[in-house]
């Protein structure tokens, strides 16, 4: 059940790595834009993600304040990929703001994932 749980940080860390690279490939590019890449890194995040939020496979408590907002960053990024994409489709453009909130909620999420113990 332990390994289990770990594969499983193991495919939500891949889907931090594949929301956060698909973003920094475009920033680096210096192209203000979301791809469809960012959206399927943030789906294996989330859906992993949610399967952690379960107590199985440990013998501490989890700490749900934490787990609670790093789902609401979830969702916010997630309605900015959806608002990002639909703009970027009618207009052709993106603005910077938007794309940049993206990158830096990302790594807020994994921040407190790593130094909120
Ligand atoms: C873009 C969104 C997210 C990012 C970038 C992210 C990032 C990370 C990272 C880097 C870790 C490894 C931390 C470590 O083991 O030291 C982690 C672990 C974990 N994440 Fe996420 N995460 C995200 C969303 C979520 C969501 C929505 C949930 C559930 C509501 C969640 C639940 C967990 C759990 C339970 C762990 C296992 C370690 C722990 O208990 O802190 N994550 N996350």
Known sequence: MEILRHIVVLVHLIGFAV???????EAVGRRIRVTRLM?????IAAVAGLTLAAPWGIEYDLNYVKL?????????????LG????RQKRTGTLAPALFW???ALTLVNAGIAVIWR
């Open 68 to 80: 609670g907002i790093k789902l609401v960053v979830l969702l916010v990024i997630g309605a900015l």
């Open 101 to 103: 909130s993206i990158g």
């Open 39 to 43: 959206t399927v890194g943030m789906v």
């Open 83 to 86: 608002i990002g994409s639909a």
């Open 19 to 25: 929301l956060f690279g698909a973003w920094l490939v």
